[in-house]
């Protein structure tokens, strides 16, 4: 018995023996490749320092050692690709991007990247060709929308350009610039209440964009345009047409479920005129309470519904609908701002605690 136990014990470590031997020189191997893993992701993080310190050329330096050290990780070979497009190396950025193309990790910002060195390089079909590679892989990225849009507008292909911004739209949206970028055509074909949601919407989207205050000077000249106020007080609206007066509608014309250029011009015709004689930042915001009012009257509602509108409706029942009003149109009259917030300094406290915590979403289709 125990010479068995003894052959079953020899048995036993043999086994073992077998068993750790590979074990130890896998051991050894993967030892190796997380060295090389935490060398990479520490060339990595010193690259983004040195690109946060404003030295490109030592980040893209730094990223392509952590390329080296780990060439199946996308994102390092992605960020070169991307610092050599910052640094204007277009050719070298296509070659790099170029070799990512079938990774399983691609995002859409890779696509975007890809194809805007293509454009560079005045290759001009190859970018098109991979912005629409890109949505064959993210058939919503409003994104890639965005770019095939700002491609057709460079291109003066301005119908192209706004069907592909509404697309990206109606497929992602909560990616705040096509919002933009379709607001300011409509504005440039005097299509102004179409840009007037639009590009309220994109504020409300994007509340830190460079474009904010743009966009917020442009929605003050198209209420400017559209409402007339004549010296005796005389109001006229040219919400559908600039040229003519909407002296045909009234607010009867919600019963057929109205374009939203004659819903407008209707609201702004129905309101109370009274105490207004001019466009001014503190007139906007009265303006555009009683629109809103009027707007949630059942005859109207019943009928005719916007998204920015009751978005507004959110804001006015959190008592902050002025405070916002100014807010948007801050940059048109920027004096008027300054002492309409030194006036309400409480107001203001409020609306911004409320609308810091407070973000518009759309529900993803």
Same mark, same amino acid.
């Given at each position: 018995?125990?010479?068995?136990?003894?052959?079953?014990?020899?048995?036993?470590?043999?086994?073992?023996?077998?068993?750790?031997?590979?074990?130890?020189?896998?051991?050894?191997?993967?030892?190796?490749?997380?060295?090389?893993?935490?060398?990479?992701?520490?060339?990595?993080? *010193?690259?983004?320092?040195?690109?946060?310190?404003?030295?490109?050329?030592?980040?893209?330096?730094?990223?392509?050692?952590?390329?080296?050290?780990?060439?199946?990780?996308?994102?390092?070979?992605?960020?070169?690709?991307?610092?050599?497009?910052?640094?204007?190396?277009?050719?070298?950025?296509?070659?790099?991007?170029?070799? @990512?193309?079938?990774?399983?990790?691609?995002?859409?910002? /890779?696509?975007?990247?890809?194809?805007?060195?293509?454009?560079?390089?005045?290759?001009?079909?190859?970018?098109? *060709?991979?912005?629409?590679?890109?949505?064959?892989?993210?058939?919503?990225? =409003?994104?890639?929308?965005?770019?095939? =849009?700002?491609?057709?507008?460079?291109?003066?292909?301005? =119908?192209?350009?706004?069907?592909? %911004?509404?697309?990206?739209?109606?497929?992602?949206?909560? %990616?705040?610039?096509? /919002?933009?970028?379709?607001?300011?055509?409509?504005?440039?074909?005097?299509?102004?209440?179409?840009?007037?949601?639009?590009?309220? $919407?994109?504020?409300?989207?994007?509340? $830190?964009?460079?474009?904010?205050?743009?966009?917020?000077l442009k929605l003050f000249q198209q209420y400017q345009k559209c409402i007339q106020i004549s010296p005796d007080g005389i109001w006229s609206t040219h919400f559908c047409n600039p040229l003519f007066n909407d002296?045909?509608?009234?607010?009867?014309?919600?019963?057929?479920?109205?374009?939203?250029?004659?819903? /407008?011009?209707?609201?702004?015709?129905?309101?109370?005129?009274? =105490?207004?004689? *001019?466009?001014?930042?503190?007139?906007?915001?009265?303006?555009?309470?009683?629109?809103?009012? @009027?707007? @949630?009257?059942? *005859?109207? /509602?019943?009928?005719?519904?916007?998204?920015?509108?009751? %978005?507004?409706?959110?804001? @006015?029942?959190?008592?902050?609908?002025?405070?916002?009003?100014?807010?948007?149109?801050?940059?048109?009259?920027?004096?008027?701002?300054?002492?309409?917030?030194?006036?309400?300094?409480?107001?203001?406290?409020?609306?911004?605690?409320?609308?810091?915590?407070?973000?518009?979403?759309?529900?993803?289709?």
């Open positions: 018995m125990k010479q068995a136990e003894r052959k079953y014990t020899s048995m036993a470590q043999a086994i073992l023996l077998l068993m750790l031997l590979p074990l130890s020189v896998w051991g050894q191997s993967d030892s190796l490749i997380l060295s090389k893993s935490f060398l990479a992701l520490e060339k990595a993080e *010193e690259s983004r320092i040195a690109l946060d310190e404003d030295k490109p050329q030592q980040s893209l330096k730094l990223m392509q050692e952590a390329a080296k050290l780990e060439p199946t990780n996308f994102i390092y070979a992605f960020e070169v690709g991307q610092l050599q497009y910052l640094l204007k190396n277009y050719t070298q950025s296509v070659e790099t991007l170029q070799d @990512l193309i079938d990774h399983p990790d691609v995002t859409p910002q /890779y696509f975007q990247i890809l194809g805007n060195a293509f454009f560079m390089t005045k290759n001009k079909m190859a970018a098109k *060709e991979i912005f629409d590679i890109g949505l064959s892989h993210f058939p919503k990225s =409003g994104l890639l929308f965005l770019e095939k =849009g700002n491609l057709s507008s460079i291109e003066g292909e301005t =119908g192209q350009a706004l069907f592909n %911004y509404l697309k990206g739209i109606e497929l992602d949206p909560n %990616y705040a610039l096509n /919002y933009y970028k379709a607001a300011m055509i409509y504005f440039d074909q005097a299509e102004v209440v179409n840009g007037i949601v639009l590009g309220e $919407t994109f504020m409300n989207l994007d509340k $830190t964009s460079p474009f904010h205050e743009l966009m917020g002296d045909a509608i009234t607010t009867p014309e919600f019963k057929n479920h109205p374009s939203r250029c004659i819903a /407008y011009a209707s609201l702004v015709k129905a309101i109370s005129h009274d =105490g207004i004689n *001019e466009i001014s930042l503190d007139a906007i915001s009265i303006i555009r309470q009683r629109i809103l009012a @009027l707007y @949630l009257m059942p *005859e109207v /509602y019943d009928n005719w519904q916007e998204d920015i509108l009751d %978005y507004q409706k959110v804001i @006015l029942d959190s008592q902050n609908f002025d405070a916002y009003n100014h807010w948007i149109f801050r940059s048109a009259q920027p004096e008027q701002f300054e002492v309409w917030r030194k006036n309400n300094s409480e107001a203001w406290a409020n609306f911004c605690e409320w609308y810091n915590r407070f973000q518009l979403e759309f529900p993803e289709p």
